[in-house]
């Protein structure tokens, strides 16, 4: 199936890829992870409130899964 995401959906879990990455990086270096922690679970509520996840096309895991293939993308994230 093909799924239309709302762009504000889209920009942030591709915010959520990329404050994650930089987490990753403050952790390596053993500073400032409290702030990226904090951004990330900002990023996750936003995440998991949008109302898309209500509509009928939303309402399903595959939907999930479907955002997280896209922004990994479009993130330059890895799988």
Do not use: C
């Not at 889209?10 to 404050?19: D, K, M, N, S, V």
């Not at 390596?28 to 904090?38: S, Y």
């Not at 939907?63 to 994230?77: D, E, F, N, P």
């Amino acid at each position: 199936m093909r799924y239309t995401f709302p762009h504000d959906l889209l920009r942030a879990q591709t915010e959520w890829y990329a404050t994650y990455r930089q987490l990753a990086d403050a952790a390596e270096k053993q500073t400032g992870t409290a702030a990226h922690r904090r951004r990330l679970q900002q990023l996750s509520a936003r995440i998991a409130a949008h109302p898309y996840w209500r509509t009928p096309p939303g309402n399903t895991p595959a939907a999930r899964m479907a955002l997280r293939k896209v922004t990994r993308s479009l993130a330059g994230a890895r799988p």
